[in-house]
């Protein structure tokens, strides 16, 4: 997994509330377990008209925010049904960092196991950051992980709050897997010496 440390980059508001997974990622997407190649699917229902063509009016599709990296939006963002590619689609789109007051449990939790980071503030730092992402090209904030800050165009700061074992997971870009290979050498051993003393196993 990719390590998350510091992320500077444009940010791009989407002022909705209660965005579901299947807005997210419609289901139509979902037959595939590849985590690439989603990107083109995120928000599809609203990036694209009925006969493909691009929505001029959604956020993404607006030149300022083609390659945005921050994604500031409404409360209860993730919320719905589960599916680990709601994560996956924002983060082939290039989108390391959602911010919004609150979110869907399982997507909160799939994010961290796939390199993004939620980060919850309040409505009032959240109207702020809404204000930072409408300036267009200039809409860059940065993401400081370690110092757990938002930082603004202004110069404003925003610090928030993390679990500190997901913020050392994501420092270290460490997964479930990678997480479990730190512990190879242990593993090894054991099975090493369950072979010596039970070789008929």
């Known amino acids: 997994m ?8 444009v940010a791009a508001a ?3 509330i209660n965005v ?4 997210i990622i419609p289901k139509q997407y979902l037959k595939t377990i ?6 083109k699917g995120l928000f599809s229902e609203q990036r694209y008209n009925d006969d493909g063509s691009e929505n001029p009016g959604f956020v993404l599709n ?11 939006t409404g409360d209860n963002f993730g919320c719905g049904s589960s599916r680990e590619h709601a994560p996956w689609a924002l983060a082939d789109f290039g989108i390391r960092c959602v911010i ?3 979110f869907g449990d399982i997507f909160y939790n799939n994010c961290f196991k796939n390199g993004l980071l939620p980060i919850r503030v309040t409505h009032e730092e959240l109207e702020k950051l809404f204000d930072d992402a409408e300036r267009g090209a200039n809409a860059t904030l940065t993401i400081d992980l370690e110092k757990q800050e938002i930082r603004g165009p202004d110069g404003g700061v925003v610090t928030f709050e993390i679990d500190p074992f997901r913020k050392h997971c994501l420092l270290n870009g460490l997964d479930d897997i990678g997480l479990t290979m730190k512990k190879k050498p242990s593993i090894d ?9 039970h070789p008929w196993l």
Request: charged share 35%; glycine share 6%.
């Open 14 to 16: 989407l002022k909705i």
């Open 20 to 23: 579901d997974t299947d807005m």
């Open 189 to 197: 051993a054991f099975e090493l010496k369950e072979k010596s003393e």
């Open 34 to 39: 590849k985590r690439t190649g989603l990107g």
């Open 2 to 9: 990719e390590k998350f440390t510091t992320l500077n980059g």
């Open 62 to 72: 607006k030149p300022a925010y083609r390659n945005a990296k921050i994604l500031v």
């Open 100 to 102: 919004s007051t609150s």
